[in-house]
């Protein structure tokens, strides 16, 4: 039941879920970290409208931020480590912007519940709903698991499918066929985002460390988006993460809503012990 946590952690990261270290040899990285590089500029063009073509580009990406008060989903979850495929997991998510994620993990071979959370921008509760036992952390318990800089609205976005660790210092930006490549440097990570050409909705995302001392990488992958009241929403998604291991992890959202109203209390029996 370990794997759930992982799991658990690993829907609300995305980008980590690397809390069961190995002692295993370093995978190899996705892609080297220097093939963002050829990411350039069309040539001939002069400055101004680069710079032009750079602001258009960033303002239709940021017309499809997902903005909303409330949001709740259930979401299969399938994923494979370096030992093989797991059983697959349903997730009931919920979220309030700015507030609080609540979160119930099951098994799906079993369908009983297992793990239930409530994060909120200072904390985090973890009940074991199997073995009767409770954590209570703080937010920073998530960065420690991950060794993943997340804040709170990292990980609201990590759910909704917003851009994550997206810095606004465009390093470069090509337009390829019917796609946009823009590369990014933020802090923490190199970003190469693909987006489509027509709608700019975002299709793929990948992040190399800029610690050179590190091998941590994530692709995310972005598709069969759905448009509902306006908002395109991408109901599935693949993520693989790589360390000291590799994991890869598909989340199909069967079920989605925006805006209803939405209740994410947090009861802990008074017979669950402490951890």
Not at 66 to 90: C, L, Q, R, W
Request: hydrophobic share 40%; charged share 25%.
């Amino acid at each position: 039941m370990k794997n759930l946590l992982v799991i658990g952690t690993a829907i609300l990261t995305m980008l980590a879920s690397q809390s069961c270290r190995t002692t295993k040899p370093i995978n190899k990285a996705i892609a080297p970290k220097d093939s963002t590089v050829s990411v350039m500029l069309p040539p001939n063009t002069s400055v101004a409208d680069s710079l032009k073509m750079i602001q258009e580009t960033m303002d239709r990406l940021h017309s499809h931020y997902i903005d909303y008060k409330t949001f709740n989903a259930k979401i299969k979850v399938e994923y494979e480590d370096s030992k093989g495929k797991k059983p697959d997991i349903i997730a009931v998510v919920r979220v309030i912007k700015d507030s609080a994620i609540w979160m119930s993990l099951s098994a799906s071979i079993l369908n009983v519940e297992v793990y239930r959370m409530l994060i909120t921008k200072d904390s985090v509760i973890l009940m074991n709903t199997r073995e009767k036992e409770v954590q209570y952390r703080s937010l920073d318990y998530l960065q420690e698991v991950t060794q993943i800089p997340f804040d709170y609205k990292t990980i609201q976005d990590l759910l909704i499918g917003n851009p994550i660790f997206f810095d606004s210092t465009v390093v470069s930006l090509k337009k390829a066929d019917d796609k946009i490549l823009v590369f990014t440097m933020g802090q923490f990570f190199k970003h190469l985002l693909t987006l489509s050409a027509d709608k700019n909705l975002l299709l793929h995302s990948k992040l190399d460390d800029v610690d050179v001392n590190r091998n941590r990488t994530a692709d995310i992958t972005y598709d069969d988006f759905e448009n509902k009241n306006g908002i395109d929403f991408s109901t599935y998604r693949e993520i693989t993460v790589s360390e000291k291991n590799k994991l890869d992890i598909r989340l199909k959202y069967k079920q989605y809503e925006f805006n209803k109203e939405l209740s994410v209390t947090l009861k802990v029996p008074k017979n669950y012990k402490h951890n």
